[in-house]
């Protein structure tokens, strides 16, 4: 039977190897997901693009802290990065939050809008 290397540098080569899995699968996501609505023909489709990158922006995050914690030196290293973590991840959903108002009420306003 393989041994199991259960060192912490183990664990930690085996953690960011299956992260690089992951956002390897994440960009094949996203990749065919963009493909599907670049040939959309909804007229949401440029809102959904949109909406799309800032899914893409937010898991890209979650992966870097992901690739931290695992350097992390102790508990209190783990609860610094989760709390920067938190705390920007709170102001990029305030902007993506304003910005897709903003695309919302612009795609309504031209719904409304006299046609020649």
């Known amino acids: 039977m393989a041994e199991i290397n259960t060192s912490i540098e183990g664990v930690r ?8 899995r992951l956002r390897k699968a994440n960009t094949d996501y996203f990749e065919l997901l963009e ?29 870097d802290l992901g690739d931290k914690l695992i350097q992390a030196k102790d ?10 973590f ?9 902007d993506q939050a304003k910005t897709m108002g903003e695309s919302v009420m612009k795609a309504a306003g031209g719904m409304f809008s006299p046609k020649s």
Do not use: C, H, W, Y
């Open 13 to 20: 080569t085996a953690l960011t190897e299956a992260l690089g």
């Open 35 to 63: 493909k599907g609505l670049g040939s959309s023909p909804l007229p949401i489709a440029n809102q959904a693009k949109e909406f799309t990158g800032f899914m893409q922006r937010n898991v890209s995050a979650t992966f």
């Open 75 to 84: 508990v209190q290293d783990t609860l610094k990065l989760q709390a920067e």
């Open 86 to 94: 938190f705390q920007e991840q709170m102001r990029a959903l305030t």
